[in-house]
């Protein structure tokens, strides 16, 4: 029960206890004066009777007895009225008072129960959470094996038999690996911890990836896969193309599972557009068994697959639409649903993206160049007990040139940390003796050093990232470890062991290595890039400030966002990225977000100063 309705169940009791009170002063006070007005009567009378006793007779004297009756039984209907009432009045407040009482006892035993349940679902939710981890983890440690080998194997000269084989082993591997990121993916959106990435990427190559993943199910089931592609879209959007993917393949998927003849059309064009941000609408349509109308409503609840059969007859979880749903209403996106029994099923699916910039264009063509940069003379320590994952990370490192060195356990990479140097530490999470969380711990606070240390993980849950740089590593990859992102790890936290391009480091702020690896000499892209920044940069600061001050948050958000893209090509990403995070991803008053604000404008300021030094060089030339 609220505070509230205690404070209306007292103020009704005390209302009721005054009025009867009230009423009992009233009744009172009117059988006083009646019986003052008699006794006053009776005086007189007595009076005259004494004045005039020689008078008196017996009848006289008769009367005067009835009168004085009359008054004392008055007298004593007062008492009597006046303990009634007094009675009742304490019999009010008595019942008023218990109710409140019983009602308090009733709310506290409520709120006894409610922390009790609350304490119950905390404790399940933390079992869900570790099963999802330990099964995570012992899944995905085989599963980091099986790909990474067989992906080594299919890079051997081999035979079309062996080959086939393989890649059939590679296949199921990925299916079961699905599988679990279904289930974590559907932790995740439940806990409100997954996150949407905002990268450039080229949809055109990633529909036809896709349309390949197929290329064996549609001549298997003899269903074609046509695929239409909207020319007018833009080679490279900015946008998350993991999530995209996914939505995808459950999608066509999901078409192959119910179709046995006809065909498949996998339809993308661009729907509309604003400025910078167009729409892309991506239609799958099947020729398939179709669902009947009623059940539309529930296809796309967990756990639900159209008919109780589905599961026996063809097979699934009942993830997949739930998840798909899911992912695109993360992307400020909508998805829509017809079909007709025995005529098949449409599906659209509608996300905003936004068009890349020449400075995400020069990345994005980057990550597509060079899979495997060469890093001679890097030395890498590796901490990892399991044996198959020891040899995989050995050989990915010896097709970069890198120096890899192995530890069994935490305690092997402490002792060595103290006896050698090197540049990066991979370092496995559950070890056993000294796990990686707590050899970190000894890095940073007894050896002192500050070398970065990557966490490597099976524990694929959001938020295992957060978590590893709180306790003092650098950053996370999970298993099965991609090599995109190994690759990705190297060039962020180790520098080239040749001494060019030295003077790329010559500005306090403005780091012009990036720059220099992706022009590869080419002075002019250099002068563009430049110019462009110095061009872009004071706009979007001034658009913030006038943001932030209007206390536009949505606004704030969107340039923080775009301020990432604009300062990658200066190499300010290690100064800001922390600051625009903030105003990207967090609720802030107007305290809180002026000092990010502050931060932003005053680094971006003093780079502007520093990229217009530089650009003064190729005027001179």
């Not at 008196?56 to 009756?69: C, E, F, G, P, Y």
């Not at 995400?360 to 003379?377: K, T």
Request: charged fraction near 25%; include cysteine; charge should be negative.
């Amino acid at each position: 029960m609220r505070v509230r309705t205690l404070v209306i169940y007292i103020t009704i009791g005390f209302v009721a206890a005054v009025l009867a009170l009230i009423a009992v002063q009233y009744m009172t006070r009117r059988n006083l004066e009646e019986l003052i007005g008699a006794n006053e009567s009776l005086l007189d009378e007595y009076r005259m009777s004494s004045g005039l006793s020689h008078q008196a007779d017996s009848t006289s004297r008769a009367a005067l007895a009835v009168k004085i009756n009359v008054v004392d039984q008055s007298g004593q209907r007062v008492l009597r009225w006046n303990l009634y009432l007094t009675v009742g009045v304490l019999a009010l407040l008595t019942a008023v008072f218990a109710i409140i009482i019983g009602r308090m006892k009733k709310q506290a035993e409520l709120i006894g129960q409610l922390n009790t349940s609350e304490r119950k679902l905390k404790e399940a939710v933390l079992v869900k959470e570790n099963f999802l981890a330990n099964m995570s983890h012992e899944i995905r440690t085989p599963l980091n094996a099986i790909l990474g080998y067989t992906h080594l194997l299919q890079k051997k000269k081999l035979d079309a038999d062996t080959r086939l084989h393989i890649s059939t082993v590679q296949q199921s591997g990925e299916t079961l690996l699905a599988i679990v990121n279904d289930i974590l993916d559907l932790s995740k959106i439940e806990s409100g911890m997954m996150r949407i990435e905002h990268v450039p990427f080229d949809p055109g190559a990633l529909v036809h990836s896709v349309a390949t993943m197929f290329h064996h199910r549609s001549a298997e089931k003899h269903v074609p896969l046509v695929v239409s592609f909207d020319p007018a879209i833009p080679e490279t959007i900015v946008g998350d193309p993991t999530r995209l993917t996914q939505i995808l393949v459950n999608l066509v998927s999901n078409a192959f599972k119910f179709t046995e003849k006809g065909e498949i059309k996998l339809q993308v064009t661009m729907t509309g557009g604003d400025g910078d941000g167009i729409e892309l609408t991506f239609g799958v349509t099947d020729t398939g068994i179709g669902i009947d109308n009623e059940r539309l409503e529930t296809i796309f609840e967990r756990f639900r697959q159209a008919e109780d059969s589905t599961t026996r007859q063809f097979g699934g979880t009942g993830l997949g639409l739930s998840i798909v749903r899911d992912l695109v209403h993360l992307q400020d996106g909508h998805i829509a649903l017809s079909s007709k029994p025995g005529e098949g099923t449409a599906v659209k699916v509608t996300i905003p993206y936004r068009t890349a910039m020449l400075s995400e264009l020069s990345r994005a063509g980057i990550r597509g160049q060079a899979q495997h940069p060469q890093r001679p003379g890097l030395r890498v320590l590796i901490a990892e007990d399991h044996v198959i994952n020891q040899g995989l990370m050995i050989r990915l490192m010896e097709e970069r040139g890198i120096v890899g060195h192995l530890a069994g356990n935490g305690h092997e990479a402490i002792e060595m940390l103290r006896n050698a140097s090197f540049d990066l530490v991979f370092m496995d999470i559950q070890m056993p003796g000294m796990d990686g969380y707590t050899a970190t711990r000894v890095i940073r606070e007894e050896l002192k050093l500050t070398i970065p240390v990557i966490a490597m993980t099976a524990h694929a849950m959001e938020g295992e990232k957060e978590k590893c740089i709180r306790l003092g590593m650098n950053d996370h990859i999970a298993k099965p470890v991609r090599e995109s992102e190994l690759d990705r790890v190297l060039a962020s936290y180790t520098k080239p062991v040749s001494g060019k391009n030295s003077s790329a480091n010559a500005f306090r702020v403005i780091d012009l290595n990036y720059m220099r690896e992706i022009s590869h000499g080419d002075a002019g892209y250099e002068k563009v890039v430049t110019e462009q920044f110095l061009h872009i940069m004071p706009r979007e600061l001034e658009a913030l400030s006038t943001a932030a001050g209007k206390q536009d948050r949505s606004e704030v958000r969107r340039i923080a966002h775009g301020i990432k893209t604009t300062i990658s090509i200066m190499g300010l990403n290690a100064l800001l990225d922390e600051p625009l995070d903030i105003l990207e991803n967090k609720t802030l008053n107007k305290e809180q977000m002026a000092v990010p604000v502050e931060q932003v404008l005053g680094i971006c300021k003093e780079a502007l100063g520093e990229a217009g030094i530089f650009y003064r060089q190729f005027q001179k030339e």
